[in-house]
């Protein structure tokens, strides 16, 4: 039980580097759209200068319902995926964007969101920019995954524009890698959660803000 519990609020260090990610680049105009939740800031997603720009209301991606704007496409099976974020707004100190696999469109649906925020500052756990979280069962509390120690210089800090993020399933196996160039990438952890083979997956943004949209740029997306 002890074990249990300290996965659950620490990383788990993988001693080894994925040299490179596949070179599968993908078309953008896949990706379909939407809004999971209710959020009182319609969002969008859009196709500028080669890069998928979201924009996203939302109260927040955690507890027990999400608030965001889900730019997806269905996938069965395994599956990897990567994406430079280029930048992201900060209308709040949680503000969120990454890469998601959620088992359904409902607000209240089990997933996997591989996520950074706008910059460094310390948060709850965590001094750098990256955090996985999950929802392990419908309607339930969600929870993060958080970097071994929150003092220091962070060992997974984001690096506008150079902040690049990868979420790869394996059967049940869920990872989370980081990387500062697209080329070396370290893993920042696992988890496994039981989904179904078809999933939902792709690019997932939500202000924190109900007042205030959020914007990020996706760039280099491949899967």
């Not at 500028?48 to 730019?71: P, R, Y």
């Not at 409902?106 to 500052?121: A, E, G, L, M």
Request: hydrophobic share 40%; charged share 20%; aromatic share 12%.
């Amino acid at each position: 039980m002890l074990k249990k519990l300290l996965f659950a609020t620490c990383i788990l260090i993988l001693p080894f580097f994925l040299l490179s990610a596949k070179e599968n680049t993908i078309s953008m105009k896949k990706f379909k759209q939407t809004d999971i939740g209710n959020p009182a800031i319609a969002g969008s997603s859009t196709i500028h200068d080669n890069a998928l720009q979201i924009i996203a209301g939302g109260a927040d991606v955690w507890g027990v319902k999400d608030e965001f704007h889900f730019s997806y496409l269905e996938k069965k099976g395994d599956f990897d995926l990567a994406a430079r974020i280029e930048s992201l707004t900060s209308p709040h100190l949680y503000t969120k964007a990454g890469l998601m696999v959620r088992e359904e469109l409902t607000d209240n649906s089990r997933h996997i969101f591989f996520q950074v925020f706008p910059d460094n500052k310390p948060r709850n756990k965590n001094n750098g920019g990256y955090e996985f979280q999950y929802r392990q069962t419908k309607a339930g509390a969600m929870k993060a995954i958080y970097p071994a120690t929150a003092i220091g210089i962070p060992k997974f800090p984001v690096n506008y524009p150079n902040t690049w993020i990868r979420l790869k399933r394996v059967g049940n196996d869920f990872t989370g890698l980081y990387s500062s160039d697209g080329k070396t990438w370290i893993v920042y952890t696992s988890y496994s959660l039981d989904l179904p083979n078809k999933i939902y997956l792709g690019m997932a943004v939500t202000s924190h803000n109900t007042k205030e949209a959020a914007t990020a740029l996706f760039r280099d997306i491949t899967l």
